[in-house]
């Protein structure tokens, strides 16, 4: 309980410093950016680092959010904001559909499955002239995904993901990573468990996707390839698995890696490739290994620092 309120507080305090904070124009695309990421991250995240399922192609599921909210807004002039729902919801029958009969791979087997949906997926919607637009892309999206809105959609669903793995569904989570035969005879049903995570991950996708719609302006197959999923992969690697707050500033470093050298494109997915192995070396299990960021933080001892004084006058009494 005392996790996820310091969690909740301090979604609740980053997401007012995003929002009010002074910034450029270009700066606060950079923000929505972070914050688009990052939704996308933590459902990854909740299925690789939180269930212990490796997937590749979750790329597959922000492809499906986005061309969901991007045909509502444009063809059918649904407000941009039950049009990001409906994406993700859309993610997420998909992701049942698909989740049916492959949740029942292990280890290695599924992430090879999901390359293959994910593959699938999108040459659908690649081939799909009538409906998609094919490979010419989807253009003239409204611009519904400003700062604001980025950073309160991230805040509400990292408010509800921290929640999310203190609460018993977290915990069952956890369990069936660690050993889903044990998890199964303490009386979790590992099955039910590991679909809804699947489910919820999609979700998340789902909405980062109709997001990043609605901040480009433009969406096409080819954004959401294996490397997209590949990349969501690494981030949660990069900040270490199990560890959400470690998703989270893995997402941000690495999207701020990656705009800052913009400018020499040819170079960024060198630079982003020797970071990777740099803290693979160097921290072989994440950035915060299986730990949230503020276990870090010395409780005890800011504790002690701000623990009143007693008065000078306050002396014991003697005994008589």
């Not at 490739?273 to 730990?291: A, F, K, Q, T, W």
């Amino acid at each position: 309980m005392k996790k996820s309120l310091w969690a909740s507080s301090a979604f609740v305090v980053l997401g007012l410093i995003l929002i009010f904070m002074p910034l450029s124009g270009y700066e606060e695309g950079i923000v929505a950016l972070l914050c688009i990421n990052c939704i996308a991250a933590m459902g990854v995240s909740l299925l690789t680092g939180f269930t212990g399922i490796f997937s590749l192609g979750h790329a597959a599921y922000m492809a499906l959010g986005a061309y969901t909210a991007a045909i509502m807004t444009v063809r059918y002039g649904v407000h941009w904001f039950p049009a990001i729902v409906a994406g993700g919801i859309i993610a997420v029958l998909i992701a049942w559909l698909i989740g049916m009969p492959t949740l029942r791979l292990t280890g290695d087997y599924y992430a090879i499955a999901s390359i293959g949906l994910g593959e699938a997926i999108r040459l659908v919607l690649e081939n799909w002239q009538s409906f998609t637009r094919g490979a010419r892309g989807f253009p003239g999206i409204d611009s519904y995904t400003s700062r604001t809105v980025a950073v309160g959609f991230f805040t509400v669903l990292g408010i509800g993901m921290f929640n999310l793995i203190y609460s018993r569904l977290g915990r069952e989570l956890k369990a069936s990573r660690d050993d889903r035969v044990a998890a199964s005879l303490m009386g979790f049903h590992t099955p039910s468990s590991r679909m809804k995570a699947l489910l919820i991950s999609a979700f998340y996708c789902g909405i980062s996707g109709a997001l990043l719609g609605g901040y480009m302006n433009f969406i096409q197959p080819s954004m959401f390839d294996m490397m997209k999923s590949t990349e969501l992969t690494a981030v949660v690697v990069f900040g270490g698995l199990g560890s959400m707050s470690g998703t989270l500033l893995g997402s941000a470093i690495v999207t701020s890696v990656m705009e800052y050298f913009r400018d020499i494109s040819q170079y960024r997915m060198l630079i982003y490739g020797c970071l990777l192995v740099v803290i693979m070396v160097l921290r072989p299990e994440g950035l915060l290994g299986s730990r949230e960021i503020w276990s870090f933080i010395p409780i005890q001892t800011l504790r002690s620092v701000f623990r009143p004084m007693p008065r000078p006058d306050a002396r014991p009494k003697e005994r008589g």
